[in-house]
């Protein structure tokens, strides 16, 4: 690649912006469908659980199959495909380079489209592969895989072709992310595991994907706009090398915390508690240097639609991680295993967290994209408010409902019928949280579309400061 | 490019200390600890596909925990599971949740073949106020004086479709014989511990 030289860095920026557009427009467009298919699927589960013969009577709309083709759409689709992009744009900017191989990017997206779309297929015709977060059958997971080998390898590119000599922390996650789940997932196919060790191995995947693929995109995501938006530097540059490098050693280790009392052997799952609670040293070090950046200018996170998304998200996962810890410990987990609370704390850490960070981002990406402002700013509060209530409403409902419903599932005297019962309201309230939450992603794709369709032609005068960093106006 | 290197080497050996450490060494373990060879029925692994295809996973754990760990015993549930509980049936059937029971032992639990016919084909036949949903695509409802050799599942009155009678499939036999299957028969009391 030819080194290029610019005037000034807006021109650069302008130069890798240009370049970029049309496949980062891609990803996020094709994360967007599966957030809509995610979301639909996700009314239907949660209705079921209340309304059992609500579509009971269709072998396909089952609630066995609709549930985990709404976790596989929102984590493989929408959450996945969008992170892909996010990582990508991030490392332009704070690389300053341009995203190599981008015909095979466009083939790893059309790949992974297909391969989520087949998947989908299987699992409501009863294919499913039978493993929470791995349902999607190995002869459409593949095309999944293929379609982020190129993005991971594009990120190395880039890395070793890069025109800055520092190496900003975000560059850590978002490059460590792409190479861990790629490896995660082909661990995660071998098909070689007898039935315990496999539920251990389940775990151990579907936890780091949270952790080492969601987690490293949105801590990068938030490293980058936090400071970028509030124009203030990280509090502390060496503390977030700690955050990272105390991640990647204590967060791997965590998976089974999920079989707390299973038939697994009992020196793994102390080992994952020890990690787990070791967590707390990264998760400090991260809201140390999130939150008090924004000491002091929180004016900025209510006017800036990309911060008010990501600090709710930064503050989302300081909660989720230190609950996820104390969680971990076996006096507690014996209350809230195999409750609603453990839904609800994995909707903080994939929604109030990584979702929530995603918007945020994709709120600073796509105006500099195409050079078109949001439509609306009203839209944006909208989206902002269903979104930040309804998932509270919906962690609330879950959290306490669920250490109710542990306290009795503990208590032998309490006929198991009643737990059901005495559950229905929390589920209901989840039902409307779901609908609040649907409603606000509706706002959102009408105003990405919205924006994304303005995308040729003149860019107009920008509608509100609210978009800009300190009145600079696009970058 | 020293940076680089520390940063992908890094990130990707403490990828595999875990490896190694959750996936491996437990499945090195249990290779060595492989006592007879498990040979499981046909209709038995049948009906563990049907239920891996349904999703009971997502409501019916199959883990008992010890003793003194949560009321698993006290709710009658079975014994501490332990590995050679599951036959080496893959994909696993652990589960995370208990909206519904734990089926650990459930073909001891409940051992009447008609009762998880009705319960399967809808579950408020049985067990008022659940919220587990039908599966009636795993029965035929045929006409009364249909096969006449096969009598169809007694349904309360008002579950009665008039002029027909509901018959299990193939399918539903499979399902119910694995979970009659799920039965913690072993005399083992010391390995229960953990």
């Not at chain 1, 800055?164 to 560059?171: F, G, N, R």
């Not at chain 1, 082909?186 to 995947?205: C, F, K, L, R």
């Not at chain 1, 669920?402 to 019962?421: C, K, R, S, T, Y």
Request: glycine content about 8%; hydrophobic content about 45%; charged content about 10%.
């Amino acid at each position: 690649m030819p080194k290029l030289t610019f005037q000034s860095s807006a021109e650069r920026r302008e130069f890798t912006d240009s370049n970029s557009r049309a496949i980062i427009i891609t990803y996020f467009l094709s994360g967007m469908f599966w957030l809509m298919v995610g979301s639909t699927l996700a009314i239907l589960a949660s209705f079921k659980m209340h309304w059992p013969e609500f579509l009971g009577h269709t072998s396909w709309l089952t609630f066995g199959r609709v549930r985990p083709l709404h976790l596989n759409t929102m984590v493989y689709g929408w959450a996945s495909l969008t992170s892909a992009g996010v990582g990508l744009w991030i490392l332009t900017r704070v690389l300053n380079a341009t995203i190599p191989l981008k015909k095979t990017l466009y083939a790893g997206i059309g790949a992974w489209n297909l391969g989520l779309l087949i998947g989908s297929i299987q699992i409501l015709s009863g294919f499913s592969n039978g493993m929470e977060w791995l349902e999607i059958p190995f002869s459409s997971a593949f095309l999944i895989v293929a379609g982020l080998i190129p993005v991971a390898l594009a990120s190395l590119i880039m890395l070793v072709n890069k025109a800055t000599k520092h190496l900003y922390i975000s560059v850590y996650y978002i490059v460590a992310g792409y190479i861990w789940i790629i490896s995660l997932l082909i661990v995660a196919y071998i098909p070689e595991y007898s039935s315990t060790v496999q539920a251990g191995m389940n775990w151990w995947y579907a936890h780091n994907a949270l952790g080492l693929w969601f987690t490293p995109i949105c801590l990068a995501a938030a490293y980058f706009f936090i400071p970028k938006v509030t124009g203030r530097p990280i509090y502390s540059y060496w503390l977030s090398l700690l955050g990272f490098w105390t991640l990647a050693l204590f967060y791997n280790w965590n998976g089974f915390h999920h079989l707390i009392g299973g038939p697994v052997p009992t020196w793994a799952t102390t080992v994952s508690i020890s990690a787990s609670v070791m967590m707390i040293i990264p998760v400090i070090t991260v809201a140390v240097n999130h939150h008090l950046t924004v000491v002091g200018v929180f004016d900025r996170v209510i006017n800036s639609p990309t911060l008010r998304f990501i600090v709710f998200g930064a503050m989302s996962y300081t909660f989720v991680s230190l609950q996820g810890s104390f969680q971990a410990l076996r006096t507690f987990n014996e209350t809230i295993h195999f409750t609603h609370y453990v839904i609800g704390h994995a909707h903080i850490g994939m929604y109030a967290f990584v979702t929530m960070v995603l918007f945020g981002s994709m709120y600073y990406i796509l105006p500099r994209l195409i050079k078109w402002e949001w439509h609306s700013k009203t839209l944006i509060k909208a989206h902002f408010w269903l979104t930040a209530l309804g998932i509270i409403l919906y962690i609330l409902a879950m959290q306490t409902g669920g250490i109710w419903q542990g306290i009795q599932l503990n208590n032998p005297d309490i006929p198991f019928m009643d737990i059901v019962e005495n559950m229905l309201p929390f589920l209901q309230a989840r039902s409307f949280a779901a609908i609040m939450l649907t409603t606000g992603h509706l706002i959102f794709a009408w105003l990405v579309i919205k924006i994304v369709w303005h995308g040729r032609t003149k860019r107009p005068k920008p509608i509100t400061q609210m978009y800009q960093t300190g009145g600079k106006g696009y970058e | 490019m020293n940076k680089n290197l520390i940063l992908v080497l890094g990130a990707f050996t403490l990828f595999l200390s875990s490896m190694t450490g959750l996936v491996f060494i437990p499945q090195q373990l249990a290779n060595n600890e492989v006592e007879q060879d498990v040979r499981v029925a046909f209709d038995i692994s049948q009906g563990h596909k049907i239920y891996i295809r349904e999703g009971c996973i997502y409501c019916h754990s199959q883990q008992v925990r010890p003793e003194g760990f949560g009321a698993d015993q006290a709710r009658g549930w079975g014994k501490a599971s332990i590995p050679n509980d599951y036959n080496d049936l893959t994909p696993h059937v652990l589960g995370t949740m208990r909206t519904g029971p734990d089926l650990a032992n459930i073909g001891q639990r409940q051992p009447s073949r008609d009762w998880h016919y009705l319960h399967l084909y809808n579950p408020q036949t049985v067990s008022k106020g659940s919220i587990m949903p039908p599966f009636v695509w795993l029965f035929n409802i045929v006409d009364e004086d249909a096969r006449p050799n096969q009598k169809g599942l007694s349904l309360p009155p008002e579950y009665k479709v008039p002029g027909k009678k509901v018959l299990p499939t193939e399918e539903a036999e499979q399902l119910v014989d694995y979970l009659l299957s799920l039965d913690q028969k072993r005399p083992d009391p010391e390995t229960n511990a953990q």
